[in-house]
């Protein structure tokens, strides 16, 4: 399933895409379960199915049955040629186009990052491939969505950026083995770890040049796990203003998405809705000859194959 946070409408609510079809999952269920005679759809569905996507993931299996259960109502509704509509005439379906998309979750309480882990990144810096994660946070309000704008802080002339794929936590993890890692991991998402690299390599840390306001663009879907079979062996591209930037493979990683978790669930207990960057290829501006960065009215793209695309703008600061 390709699960979404949208705003349709007043308010903002947890949907999935069916082809070019947004269907707000809780009118869905509900009206699934209003169609086999339940008498209190409306509530259970609301109970079940809240319009916050770390809420939904924190419902565990019985929340993402209920999900299921919803795309399948309105998958056939939708096939059949018939409208998709709760009680009372509830919408439940909107054209992708008619929709503003947001971050696949909106509140995460972690955003962790992973530093120099991919071989060819590595490379061109002329640097041994770490042995140990390199790891870091951002926030939640650097968290923005598809079409959100990118926003150039106040003295930087240095904005680079690194496509990564990110793993959605969908269970609380603590000290998980890596051949575990699996039964933890909701799904995937495109995100962008954006660096100002004029902030990032003067303070020799990392916090200031990653951890700005709009610094985390990510989307447009949360991938459930079972639709990427194979997280490492994914293409994975950036694109400025329609050009490759970036364009290498998850097989690239040094170390895997098993062994990112269990190393950071080591140190830290990590919640569902969570989310794991794991680190981008070769290609980004700052090593570039000569170096590349964002400027006012770019347009940067970040693609990861069978996940999806996110494409934001870039403005200046007020």
């Not at 759809?41 to 319009?51: C, I, M, Q, R, Y």
């Not at 209920?66 to 795309?71: D, L």
């Not at 071989?119 to 969505?145: N, S, W, Y």
């Not at 570039?288 to 400027?295: A, D, G, H, I, Q």
Request: charged fraction near 20%; proline fraction near 8%; glycine fraction near 8%.
């Amino acid at each position: 399933m390709r699960l979404l946070t949208f705003v349709g409408g007043p308010a903002q609510r947890v949907g999935a895409l069916v082809d070019e079809t947004v269907v707000d999952v809780a009118v869905a269920y509900a009206a699934a379960l209003a169609a086999e005679g339940h008498p209190r759809a409306d509530g259970v569905a609301s109970a079940t199915l809240p319009p916050d996507m770390r809420e939904i993931l924190q419902g565990g299996d019985a929340a993402m049955e209920a999900v299921r259960k919803a795309v399948s109502f309105a998958e056939a509704r939708l096939k059949g040629g018939r409208e998709v509509v709760g009680s009372g005439g509830a919408r439940a379906a909107y054209p992708l186009k008619e929709v503003r998309l947001r971050p696949p979750v909106t509140n995460p309480q972690k955003i962790v990052c992973i530093g120099l882990n991919y071989r060819d990144h590595c490379a061109e810096q002329g640097i041994e491939l770490p042995k140990v994660l390199m790891t870091f946070p951002k926030f939640a309000d650097a968290l923005v969505g598809p079409e959100d704008p990118i926003v150039i802080p106040r003295g930087c002339e240095q904005m680079d950026w690194e496509v990564e794929l990110v793993f959605v936590v969908g269970r609380r993890a603590r000290y998980v083995a890596p051949e575990h890692a699996s039964e933890y991991i909701a799904g995937y998402t495109v995100g962008n770890d954006v660096s100002a690299r004029d902030f990032q390599f003067p303070d020799k840390q990392l916090m200031r040049g990653k951890a700005c306001e709009t610094f985390a663009p990510m989307g447009p879907y949360l991938v459930t796990a079972d639709e990427v079979p194979d997280p490492h062996n994914l293409k994975i591209e950036s694109r400025l203003n329609g050009k490759v930037m970036q364009s290498s493979t998850t097989k690239n990683l040094v170390h895997n998405i098993p062994a990112i978790l269990a190393w950071v669930t080591k140190f830290l207990t990590l919640q569902p809705g969570d989310c794991v960057m794991t680190g981008t290829p070769a290609g980004v501006g700052v090593f570039r000859k000569p170096p590349v960065f964002m400027k006012p009215g770019d347009v940067i793209e970040m693609f990861i194959e069978s996940v999806g695309t996110i494409r934001n703008p870039v403005v200046v600061s007020d």
